[in-house]
């Protein structure tokens, strides 16, 4: 059965996010950053990471697991390094400011390289390096997040899926943005062949005896992206993330279920550079957009409509929600309009329960 759909504004999707996360507690500075982010996901069509975490931050923030007055703390540690202190504030938040600071180094010094220590679920990762290009930097950001895949030929779930986005300007208006987890598929994909009672296919993820899996509800791992490669890729983000911060690694970090009334002592980390510190901006801007010409104009496979950057299809996907509205689903709707806070759903120990 497919899920009906409501199409809504950005600024009406927004708002309503907004509310509802000021109800569960969260200030309204806080709320509204949250809320912009959170739209900014579903307009790219990434709806993994857009308004269906609401009701999931609500009821984390309900129950305390996050903090409403954080004592922020940016600590300078050398000329173009530093380290946020997030204090388990919402992650988005926390992230956004530590990138503040990060832009202004970097603009200044060439490179920043900023840590964000201790902080919630931060969210889709474009939404930073997008702020960054914006700006005329390169920007990379890397982030832990809870161990729900196994390592390459293992059984048990060690690192998260600990995504890796990227982005570049452009000599038009719109950078260049490349964001994925390092797993096949992230968990919300399980959990929409699971609502639709759909098999996945075998390549995404596996059961408890770290065999594939084509039955969405045996899932007890998810699969690293190109076997080793993936695997060795999700390492690097955790050490860069987690243990280069002195923060919980592997399967020390916490699980984004069990227990919502503690922080979860996440880590970020954003590589900045400025390209004026390395060649001309202009020329360097010049060619990238070259680069997306040539890449379109490339010959595309048999059944293949056309060859997209990098990236492409969310950007494609952004500009036609900004036109036409962005799709959302009706049960999501209909809780963002109701006057529940959340329905006590997510507080569990088996990080692979959620129905
Ligand atoms: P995805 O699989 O939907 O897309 C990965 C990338 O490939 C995107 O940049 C997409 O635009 C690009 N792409 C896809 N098809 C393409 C094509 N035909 N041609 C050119 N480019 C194409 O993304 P995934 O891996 O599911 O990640 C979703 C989001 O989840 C990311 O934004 C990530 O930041 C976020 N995330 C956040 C976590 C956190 O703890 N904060 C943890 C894991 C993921």
Redesign the pocket.
Known sequence: MTEEIVLLKEAELQQLMQTKLEKAGLTSEHAKEVGKHLTY?DLRG?H??GAVRVEYYAERIAKGGTTIEPNFEFEKTGSSTGVFHGDNAI?HVACRKALDYGIDMAKETGVAIIGVSKMG??????YYVDLAAQQDLVALAV???DPMAVPFGGTEPYY????I?FSAPTNSARPI?????T?V??W??ILDARSKNNPIPDTWAVDGNGEATTDPNKVQGLLPISGPKGYGLMMMVDILSGSLLGLPFGKHVSSMYADLSSGRN?GQLFILINPAYFTDLDQFKENLSTMIDELHESKPATGVEQV????????IRYQKHLEEGIPVAKSIYDYLMSDQVHFNKYDHSDAFAEK
């Open positions: 996901a990434v993994s990471h992650g679920h931060s969210g889709m990762l474009s982030c832990q997040s998260g899926t600990n995504p986005a943005i490349f964001d994925m987890a797993t598929q992230a919300g994909k996440l997209y950057y990098p990236g492409e299809l969310s950007e």
